[in-house]
């Protein structure tokens, strides 16, 4: 057990649930960690995915409930299987012995403790490529903290600085305030590092650093020009900047109903034109722009063990068959 959990306050929600006692935090989770699935991802930023693909393991639960999460399945519909230290590193090692350029944690903010731990052991067992937290951005500094000597390369999200925004979509008021402070932290703990730049592969493999990645909702995009602004006074050359235009209503989420702050539908060219103007007027520069693509295929399915398309991921565990391929 760890005592973080007897009356949580992992994350900013300070919900004080008694975790340990196999109670459910705000999170979902009781203190028990639990995988989704896990695999090699090549749909991530360049210099993560590199030639291998990136290590993901998505872990279940969440501490925010965003209406128009493309992972509701996991992060609020609980679909996944407790795992114990050791198997998480080995879920690490498998992943390394893949050939995945990193092991990159999804969504583990209200886990760290125990993911942690899971790391660690992975270290000690021979884990020798970097580790990549990929998050929603709310999270603590103090709780980020238990992942020092672990963590090398940060993405997390900046989803808005709008708070009334924040309420509505993830009922999470304080995320802007939260968001900041953890990304500055992020900041400071990871100067930027790529190594190993090809003709073929010219923004080379990150191995620290912080990439902050922010989704543009449609019609919203007042409210991506706070973000810009923000990250042009406050992380411009100490960290790359991921604009996603990939923004897909999710059909088969119950919670999508609830969406009112936009228009549940895909970004079009006019806002895509303008978001170009946007970083050029914020000499925004280093980072990756994602082009607008009007695609819905790429939706994942957790009931499956291969989620995503054979093109995007390859799947190396899942929560219902374990290792896949794999003779235990």
């Given at each position: ?7 949580c ?30 695999g ?5 930023e ?10 993901t393991i ?9 209406k128009?999460?493309?992972n509701?399945?996991i ?14 590193a ?6 390394e ?23 660690r052991?992975?270290?000690q067992?021979?884990l020798r ?5 990929n998050?929603s ?33 993830f009922r ?33 493999k ?15 995009l007042?409210d991506?020009?706070?973000?810009l602004?923000?990250?042009?006074e ?31 539908r ?15 007027s ?41 290792f ?5």
């Amino acid at each position: 057990m760890f005592t973080q959990y007897d009356a949580c306050a992992i994350c900013p929600r300070n919900c004080g649930t008694d975790r340990n006692n196999g109670k459910k935090g705000l999170c979902g989770e009781t203190s028990a960690l639990r995988v989704s699935w896990a695999g090699l991802h090549f749909g991530e930023e360049p210099p993560v995915t590199g030639k291998g693909g990136s290590g993901t393991i998505f872990i279940t639960g969440c501490n925010l409930r965003c209406k128009f999460c493309q992972n509701w399945q996991i992060s609020q519909d609980g679909m996944g299987l407790a795992v114990t230290d050791s198997g998480f590193a080995e879920m690490c090692l498998e992943l390394e012995r893949s050939g995945a350029e990193n092991v990159n944690i999804v969504t583990g903010s209200h886990a760290i403790p125990a993911i942690a731990a899971g790391l660690r052991l992975a270290r000690q067992e021979g884990l020798r490529i970097p580790i990549l937290w990929n998050s929603s951005g709310y999270e603590t500094p103090e709780a980020l903290s238990l992942l020092d000597g672990l963590v090398s390369v940060w993405l997390p999200d900046l989803k808005t600085l709008n708070p009334e925004l924040s309420e509505n979509l993830f009922r999470a008021k304080d995320y802007p305030k939260a968001a900041k402070r953890a990304l500055r932290f992020m900041a400071d703990r990871a100067p930027l590092i790529l190594e190993g730049a090809t003709r073929e592969r010219p923004s080379g493999k990150i191995v620290s650093g912080l990439i902050v990645r922010h989704l543009v909702l449609p019609n919203r995009l007042a409210d991506t020009e706070l973000v810009l602004a923000w990250f042009a006074e406050h992380l411009k050359g100490k960290a790359l900047l991921s604009l996603m235009t990939q923004y897909t209503p999710v059909p088969d989420s119950p919670y999508a109903t609830e969406i009112d702050a936009f228009p549940n539908r895909l970004m079009q060219k006019k806002e895509a034109d303008r978001l170009q103007n946007l970083l050029e007027s914020y000499g925004i520069e280093d980072g990756y722009y994602q082009e607008l693509v009007e695609d819905t295929s790429w939706l994942p399915d957790f009931t499956r063990g291969q989620p995503f398309s054979s093109a995007l991921a390859k799947p190396i565990w899942h929560w219902r068959e374990g290792f896949i391929g794999r003779k235990e």
